[in-house]
C-alpha cells in the first residue's frame, strides 16, 4: 500500500523558516511536487524535483523555497526560507511513478505578520 506522509509544518513569524519533509512507503519518487492550497483558492504547484535533479519552482517561490530528495529517493524535502502571509497554506506532497499519481494528506504552514 503506498502512503506519504508529510510533517514540518507548523506556525512561523514571518521571515523565518520551516522544512516540509514527505516520506514515501511503497514507491519510490520518480516525479516528486510540492502543492499548496490557501483557504478560497486552488491548489498550485509550488516546486518540482525529477530523478536526476532537475528543479522548477513557481514565481512566487524562487529564492525562497528550495526542494530537494534523499538518495533513497523515498523522502522528498520543501526547504522555505524568508516566509510570507501569503505563504499560509496547507502543502501537500505529489508522487508520480511508474503512470501512478499519490498525494499526501497535507500538512498545515500558517505564516504570522
Known amino acids: 500500500q503506498v502512503q506519504l506522509v508529510e510533517s514540518g509544518g507548523g506556525l512561523v513569524q514571518a521571515g523565518g523558516s520551516l522544512r516540509l519533509a514527505c516520506v514515501a512507503s511503497?514507491?519510490?519518487?520518480?516525479?516528486g511536487r510540492w502543492y499548496r492550497q490557501a483557504p478560497g483558492k486552488q491548489r498550485e504547484v509550488v516546486a518540482a524535483?525529477?530523478?536526476?535533479?532537475?528543479?522548477n519552482y513557481a514565481d512566487s517561490v524562487k529564492g525562497r523555497f528550495t526542494i530537494s530528495r534523499d538518495n533513497a529517493e523515498t523522502t522528498i524535502y520543501l526547504q522555505m526560507n524568508d516566509l510570507k502571509p501569503e505563504d499560509t497554506a496547507v502543502y501537500y506532497c505529489?508522487?508520480?511513478?511508474?503512470?501512478?499519481?499519490?498525494w499526501g494528506q497535507g500538512t498545515q504552514v500558517t505564516v504570522s505578520s
Open positions: 505529489n508522487a508520480y511513478t511508474d503512470f501512478q499519481e499519490y
Open positions: 524535483n525529477a530523478r536526476g535533479g532537475s528543479t
Open positions: 511503497g514507491i519510490k519518487f520518480n516525479l
